[in-house]
């Protein structure tokens, strides 16, 4: 679940993900090594040239040294320096030099880590992992509640909640074991199995909420909250309305009212325990800002006619909702238009044609840029093909989906797997180090998308969207007719 970042690395597709012992190890008191770090960044963002000087023997110091915590510490500047080869070489150098350090514990946990095999499989890969790579009795890396929680999702996967309880018990960092919780009670609820996810999500809610009242953490709050919410969800599902209610109204007036989840159950619940009064103006909000998922837009209608006393209305109601969501995005997409030169390209897709730009001409374009190990890509992929859906017949507006900095071998049969499973009628192209589209445009992050006019123009440039599928779909649709008539 959790790869490991120390580098950026050379190339997104060939980056072993590692952490750097700042970010992970529990340091209660400031090391030296901490000191030496905040010199060498400060040196780095001078723009003197004797301070790049030093920064450069240091680093090469630091990086022939015994010690690994320096060799870790050389990797960690030099990324920041954005010297990411040399902090990819000194990755190989330490697993070599320390076959039995915190490097080579990293690098094998991140090998394992995120696979599909079956949880007896991971099991199997902790209980040598952990021979290899003994837990200390104190001080323990975070790593190894990283390695725990594998195995309790493997087990959550498959439906098995006394296993799922056992391994996640053995986590030690209480936050982090609230938030297994609450990630394995998601995953029995996708399988719906609402009595497995109260469990799990109940456990979660109580510890958020004893870390939000012991804490110093600003985000322990919205943590508890969250949870609160989405305990709510779990129990509305159930039909337990009234105690639902309870929970969802704390969610709702005591954390953040922008927060869509809170705002999405709170009003659903209402709508379930005779207050569609109350939840009326909610949806409202959330529909006129493209933010409401299907259940409120379909308990819209009983909503509206149980508040009004009748359907009259109700249509042109429901139209002024969406002609407020669509005058609302199509006047920011107007102030976000530029023009540049895109890029040309040429790219095998799927079943081996070649696409390029400039066979594409006359064409408004849509590029993805995406990877299959890309979370937020995949969570944009539901309005994306409502967007396909919407153009489909529409012979001067294509879609292409470039698949890029992937790890591994050959990707392709990943990647083909990946959208046949979940039904995307995506024209998929397949960019690699040699190709190097992505790179053409200058991406340093994904997801990133782009829609070019007919004349090979970028006229626009996002990374994700704000709001739900239906702000989505009318964000992308406004900057596809706006770039249609450049």
């Not at 392709?412 to 960019?431: A, G």
């Amino acid at each position: 679940m959790h790869k490991i970042k120390l580098s950026v690395c050379l190339a997104a597709s060939t980056c072993l993900l590692l952490n750097t012992v700042f970010a992970q190890q529990k340091q209660v008191t400031k090391t030296p090594q901490d000191s030496l770090k905040q010199y060498y960044v400060k040196l780095i963002k001078s723009a003197d040239p004797a301070d790049k000087e030093k920064v450069s023997q240091g680093l090469k110091n630091l990086s022939n040294t015994a010690s690994e915590q320096d060799l870790i510490l050389a990797m960690s500047l030099y990324s920041i320096n954005k010297e990411d080869r040399r902090s990819d070489s000194l990755l190989k150098i330490g697993v070599e030099r320390y076959p039995k350090g915190r490097l080579a514990m990293i690098q094998s946990y991140n090998k394992a880590v995120g696979t599909k095999s079956a949880a007896a499989e991971k099991k199997k890969w902790y209980t040598e992992w952990i021979a290899m790579f003994p837990a200390p009795q104190k001080d323990r890396d975070i790593v190894y509640d990283y390695a725990l929680s594998e195995v309790a999702n493997g087990y959550a996967t498959e439906k098995n909640l006394p296993e799922t309880q056992k391994w996640i018990g053995q986590i030690e960092n209480p936050g982090y074991k609230s938030m297994m919780e609450m990630v394995t009670g998601q995953t029995f609820l996708q399988q719906k199995d609402t009595v497995a996810a109260e469990k799990m999500i109940r456990n979660a809610v109580l510890r958020a909420k004893n870390s939000y009242a012991t804490s110093e953490d600003p985000g322990a709050k919205g943590n508890y909250m969250s949870g609160v919410s989405t305990l709510a969800n779990v129990l509305y599902l159930q039909g337990k309305y009234a105690e639902a209610l309870e929970y969802a109204t704390v969610a709702y007036k005591e954390g953040n009212q922008k927060n869509v989840q809170i705002r999405t159950v709170y009003a659903l619940v209402l709508s379930s325990t005779g207050k569609e009064v109350d939840a009326l103006p909610i949806m409202e909000d959330l529909i006129k800002n493209g933010i409401a998922n299907e259940e409120v837009k379909k308990a819209l209608k009983r909503v509206y006619t149980s508040a009004k006393g009748s359907t009259e209305d109700f249509v042109a109601y429901e139209r002024d909702l969406n002609n407020q969501l669509i005058k609302k995005i199509s006047e920011d997409v107007a102030k976000q238009m530029i023009s540049e030169e895109s890029p040309k390209f040429s790219l095998k897709d799927l079943n081996g044609k070649t696409v390029s730009l400039d066979g594409l001409k006359g064409k408004v374009v849509v590029l993805d840029f995406w990877a299959t190990w890309c979370g937020p890509c995949k969570k944009s992929f539901p309005a994306m093909q409502k967007a396909v859906n919407k153009y489909q017949k529409d012979k001067d507006v294509c879609f292409l989906f470039i698949d890029t900095w992937e790890r591994g071998g050959d990707p392709k049969e990943s990647v083909k797997s990946f959208i046949e499973e979940n039904k995307y009628t995506f024209q998929v192209l397949l960019d690699n180090t040699t190709t190097n589209v992505v790179g053409k445009f200058g991406i340093s992050g994904i997801p990133a998308k782009f829609v070019i006019d007919g004349k090979g123009k970028i006229r626009f440039k996002l990374t994700g969207f704000s709001g739900g599928d239906d702000a989505a779909v009318a964000e992308l649709s406004a900057m596809i007719e706006n770039a249609r008539k450049s």
